[in-house]
């Protein structure tokens, strides 16, 4: 018996080699397993700390981060103040207010499901609250984009949008678009 073997009589107790790729399983053997979806890399991945920053926006409401301590607002959502440290810091529903900052129009991505969005604007937005946000800015022409224009939070159902991958449902994601 080999090192590390489990085998008391000394049989071999591993598998039987799968059969070739485009032919049929044997008879009486399990179907392969269904391929895995392809990863999503426009989704979050929620966390206890996170859940009401995207329940609030499944509820079209946008939310930040505000520090008792020193005042001041941020984002992304942290447990702490990154300017003071302190932990005092709790949520606060945004205007939603934002003005752009910069942009650039992203015409290749080839990370699902990207690709069949293509072209679409990734942007720098200045909230009003304060903090700077990266973000997608969604129903204006490129050409209509300017810098300090003024721009307002909208909502993406990630499941319901065009050009979307069905089975996503339940996450939705702030954009933003032209202001008033």
């Known amino acids: 018996m080999s090192p590390g073997s489990s085998s008391s009589s000394g049989t071999s107790s591993s598998p039987a080699p799968a059969p070739a790729a485009g032919t049929a399983p044997a008879p009486g053997s399990a179907p392969a397993p269904a391929?895995?979806?392809?990863?999503?890399?426009d989704l979050p991945e929620p966390d206890a700390f996170t859940r009401p920053y995207w329940d609030a926006a499944a509820d079209g409401q946008f939310l930040i981060r505000r520090c008792?301590?020193?005042?001041k607002?941020?984002?992304y959502p942290r447990e702490f103040c990154p300017y003071c440290w302190s932990e005092d810091v709790t949520w606060e529903r945004a205007s939603g207010a934002a003005t752009l900052y910069t942009w650039s129009v992203v015409h290749r991505n080839d990370l699902p499901p990207f690709g069949s969005r293509v072209p679409y604007v990734a942007a720098v937005v200045d909230l009003a609250e304060g903090p700077r946000m990266m973000t997608e800015i969604v129903d204006c022409?490129?050409?209509?984009?300017?810098?300090?224009?003024?721009?307002?939070?909208?909502?993406?159902?990630?499941?319901?949008?065009?050009?979307s991958v069905e089975g996503a449902e339940g996450i939705t994601v702030p954009v933003f678009r032209r202001g008033v």
Do not use: D, K, N, Y
């Open 35 to 41: 391929p895995a979806p392809a990863p999503r890399f």
């Open 68 to 71: 008792g301590g020193c005042g």
């Open 73 to 75: 607002a941020h984002h």
């Open 141 to 163: 022409e490129e050409g209509e984009l300017r810098i300090g224009m003024p721009l307002e939070v909208a909502f993406r159902g990630s499941g319901r949008e065009e050009g």
